[in-house]
Nanobody
Framework: QVQLVESGGGSVQAGGSLRPSCVVP????????IGWFRQAPGKQREGVAA????????YYADSVKGRFTISQDHARNTVYLQMNRLKPEDTAMYYC??????????????????WGQGTQVTVSS
């Protein structure tokens, strides 16, 4: 059973920063796409960013471009989401998910096969 584990959420004021992390179990010849998604109460889950672990290609939603950076640490099997200049509308539960292969159409959450339990991010104005 592949289990992703998120941590690093929290509460900050608008303009602040957080860096959630996602530990991703990897196996031989395993080169997945890892995505960060978020879901606010009463809203659909939306893609925030993704990274192809094979080549490091990154992808972002328009709403976070220039503020968020996704990165990976191969030695720690960890994917990070550096979130700067946070806004109240960034408040949500953040999840990381994995899917096989490239990050083609990375924003389709239904294509991800494994998820973490989520980490809460709250931004106050």
């Amino acid at each position: 059973q592949v289990q992703l584990v998120e941590s690093g959420g929290g509460s900050v004021q608008a303009g602040g920063s957080l860096r959630p992390s996602c530990v991703v179990p990897l196996y031989a010849y395993d080169i997945p796409c890892i995505g960060w998604f978020r879901q606010a109460p009463g809203k659909q889950r939306e893609g925030v960013a993704a990274i192809y672990t094979g080549g490091g290609d990154t992808y972002y939603a328009d709403s976070v471009k220039g503020r968020f950076t996704i990165s990976q640490d191969h030695a720690r099997n960890t994917v990070y989401l550096q979130m700067n200049r946070l806004k109240p509308e960034d408040t949500a539960m953040y999840y990381c998910g994995r899917r096989g292969g490239y990050c083609y159409l990375w924003e389709q959450w239904s294509d991800y096969t494994h998820w973490g339990q989520g980490t809460q991010v709250t931004v106050s104005s």
